[in-house]
């Protein structure tokens, strides 16, 4: 799977080139396009709507931005939750513009991010197969909920973040696999 999954990055690096695209991590976005973000992730229904004031708190994290021309046409973001004393970063906003799209620029991006997070606990929660399949393609374990402290489970509950699992599934990266039983432990001494 790791050699698909370098063919499949190595092939959106050179069809980036190929078209002008650049990608570029950064911690700042206008105000006009992060209002555009924020109405795109509220009529998409793939999507987890993100307000403005979520998406400028989201950006203290960085975000990596497919630019052509000048012109944002895919976007990650890196949102972060708080858990005790912990950061845990789930991946959020991906879109890719619709000319773009069959070219794994989406993988590309969520492969850009979870490097930059692989020693921090990532999360990914969707429903898309897609992305289920990207995430295992990127190193990142199926969990179930079973698997998560119940700590964890409520904060993820009060942050309107826990979902549905027969429509969604819970993707965690290698960092926080290794680290699961062990910060279930912690939480599960603050109940």
């Given at each position: 799977?790791?050699?698909?999954?370098?063919?499949?990055?190595?092939?959106?690096?050179?069809?980036?080139?190929?078209?002008?695209?650049?990608v570029v991590f950064t911690h700042?976005?206008?105000k006009t396009h992060l209002q555009i973000i924020s109405e795109r992730t509220k009529h998409l229904p793939a999507m987890y709507h993100a307000s403005v004031g979520?998406?400028?708190d989201r950006l203290k994290n960085g975000c990596y931005l497919l630019m052509k021309d000048g012109e944002i046409v895919g976007h990650i973001f890196a949102h972060r939750h708080t858990i005790d004393k912990y950061s845990v970063y789930e991946r959020s906003s991906l879109?890719?513009?619709?000319?773009?799209?069959n070219n794994n620029l989406g993988l590309l991006l969520m492969d850009f991010l979870t490097k930059k997070?692989?020693?921090?606990?990532?999360?990914?929660i969707a429903q898309d197969q897609t992305v289920h399949h990207n995430n295992e393609l990127l190193g990142m374990r199926h969990i179930t909920l079973k698997?998560?402290?119940?700590?964890?489970?409520?904060?993820l509950e009060k942050l309107g973040k826990l979902r549905d699992e027969y429509k969604y599934k819970y993707y965690v990266n290698p960092y926080f696999e290794s680290k699961i039983n062990q910060f279930n432990k912690i939480l599960k001494s603050k109940i």
């Open positions: 799977m790791n050699i698909e999954k370098n063919t499949v990055v190595e092939e959106a690096k050179a069809y980036c080139e190929a078209q002008g695209l650049e700042e976005i206008s979520m998406l400028l879109w890719v513009q619709k000319a773009y799209r997070f692989s020693k921090e606990f990532l999360i990914s698997d998560l402290s119940p700590v964890l489970i409520e904060t």
